[in-house]
Each structure stands twice: as C-alpha cells, then as structure tokens.
C-alpha cells in the first residue's frame, strides 16, 4: 500500500506552507501530494488566513516540484463549470508534466457557499451535476486532436466545443470518486473511477464500500478502480511525542480510535494501516492537519512507510 500526503488548507495554510510540506513531501519519497478543496474553515477556530484556491495552488506546485503526484480529495462540481474545470486541470496536467489527478465530488459544506455566493442544490441535483460534470469533463480530454465534443444534458450544454487543451497524459489523467454514499456514489465510481476512495471510516464499513464499487464494476464488465482510504494521521516515535501531536491538532486517541483516523507509535501504525490494505486499499491518503510539523513527515515516511511499500525497503 502507498502513502499520500492529504492536506486541509481551509484549516488555515498559506501558500507557503503548502510548499513546504510538498516538497518534504517529495523529498521523502512519498507517492503525491494532495490537497482538499473549500472555501471556508469546517467547524470551530481561527478561520485565517483564510482559503487558498486548490487548481492555483496545484499549479503552482506543479512548477515548483518534480516527480511527486498533486491533486485534490475532492474538488466539488459546485465550484466550477465542466469545460473550464477540464482546461484547468489539462493545464496544470501540462505545467506539472503529467503529475495531475482530479478528485471529483457533488459537494456538501453548505456554509461555504452561502459565505462565497456559490449556488448549493439539493443532494439528488448535486449528484445529477456531478454525474455530468464527469461526463463532461473525461468527455474533452478523450475527444480526439482535431475533433470536436457536444453535449446536451440537463444542467450543461456543450456545442461545437474544440475539446482543447489537451492533458499531458493519455487518455486523460487519473479520476478519484470517493465517499461514503450506498447509492449514487458507487454507481458513478463504477462508471468513471480510476480510483474509488473511502474516508475516514473503520476497516469493516470501509470493506463493505469497496466490495459494492468492485460488485457494480464486475456486472459493467469494467475492471475495478484503485481502492483507497484517507485517515487522520498522528504518529510518534514515543508515546508522549503521541499525545503532543493529538493535541496539537484536537484530536484524542478516543476519537482517533472511532474510524477518523490512526495514531500511535510507528509499529502501532503500521499494524493499523494494515488492515486497510488487508481489506485490498492500494493507498492510503495520510491527513496532516498540522502542517508546521515537517518532522512528522519524516517519521511518517522513514518509520512507517517502509514496512507497508516494499520499494522503500532498505531505503535509508
């Protein structure tokens, strides 16, 4: 199973921490850099410096790393239109040299669009966008060079549309569906997903997830997608180190221990990241939430990693 960086920027990031922790992050080896994608702080706290657009901020790193995969978990249909959400992201695909995956969802956090004056629908309708938003969006960057792509749904209308730019990689660059929905979520997964990842839930839920996406894609004829989890990560090389990075980000090995996420010394941690690759996780997205804590990564990366990623062995 490999290991991602998955980070919560409207938790209060600027660019430059967001910099930081990429780049440690390709550094130490880590497989890609993700980044969540809203407009407001979710629950209580300092709420600055305030958001960070996630496709800027992608861009920007695109030019500022190398090797290390970027994308977000999950940029919401209810932000952008298709056509240009697809030219953003072929571009930042051509800037980062094909590096790019997008994570696409309906949407949920109502506040923030009443904050920044972002239309929010209904779940059926958001859904409905979102179904042809991917449409849409793998639509153009499989079109053929020199053809051209239409569309004609019930919430967008492409007409004549010369389906450009392209995305550096061919067909298109990786699609992440994820959630925790029994209905619509798997159903558009086993239809558009490269990857279907389930957050923050117990390894028994998140196993009953990946057998529905697995069930619908046998009975599509489809192979299945990657399968992955993103859980809050707190690890220390002693128990005190532990608590003192549980505290810093509010969390208790309580709530830890409820689904959210994994925590403990390194052998703890890979005894229980473990048993989501048991279950069949390809990767596993590690949420930081204190993103000053660049040792973290570093315990991360030379303690626990290496037992899960067989390419890491013996890496010093």
């Known amino acids: 199973m490999r290991l991602r960086v998955f980070t919560e920027p409207q938790q209060g990031a600027t660019y430059a921490q967001l ?20 407009l407001q702080r979710i629950g209580e706290g300092d709420p600055g410096p305030g958001p960070t657009d996630a496709w800027v901020t992608l861009g920007a790193l695109a030019r500022e790393t190398s090797t290390i995969r970027l994308g977000t978990l999950l940029t919401s249909a209810t932000f952008r239109l298709p056509g240009p959400l697809a030219v953003a992201v072929a571009q930042v695909d051509e800037m980062s040299g ?13 506040d923030e669009h009443r904050a920044y004056g972002v239309p ?23 079109t053929p060079t020199g053809s051209s792509y239409a569309f004609s749904g019930r919430h967008y209308t492409l007409e004549g549309s010369p389906a450009l730019p392209k995305p550096v990689q061919s067909p298109r660059p990786p699609v992440i569906i994820g959630g925790k929905g029994l209905r619509r979520t798997p159903d558009l997964a086993a239809r558009f997903a490269d990857e279907f990842n389930v957050p923050f839930a117990d390894p028994v ?39 003192r990075r549980l505290e810093r980000i ?12 994994v925590c403990g010394v390194p052998g703890q941690v890979v005894e229980q990241l473990g048993r989501f690759a048991a279950i069949g ?19 991360i990366a030379g303690e626990v990693a290496p037992e899960l990623e067989p390419s890491r062995a013996g890496r010093g």
């Open 19 to 38: 910099l930081a922790v990429a780049r440690a992050a390709e550094d130490l080896g880590f497989d890609a850099f993700f980044r969540s994608d809203h």
């Open 98 to 110: 094909g590096r790019v995956e997008l994570g696409l969802g309906a949407g949920w956090f109502e």
């Open 120 to 142: 929010f629908a209904g779940v059926s309708e958001r859904f409905d966008r979102l179904a042809e938003q991917l449409e849409i969006v793998t639509g153009l960057w499989e």
């Open 205 to 243: 839920a998140t196993r009953g997830h990946f057998d529905r996406v697995t069930d619908l894609c046998q009975k599509r004829g489809r192979a299945r997608p990657l399968l992955s989890v993103a859980v809050t990560v707190a690890v220390g090389r002693s128990e005190a180190e532990v608590d």
């Open 250 to 261: 509010g969390m208790t090995r309580e709530s830890m221990a409820d689904g959210h996420g």
């Open 281 to 299: 996780a390809d990767r596993a997205y590690c949420q930081i939430l204190d993103l000053d804590d660049l040792d973290h990564l570093e315990v």
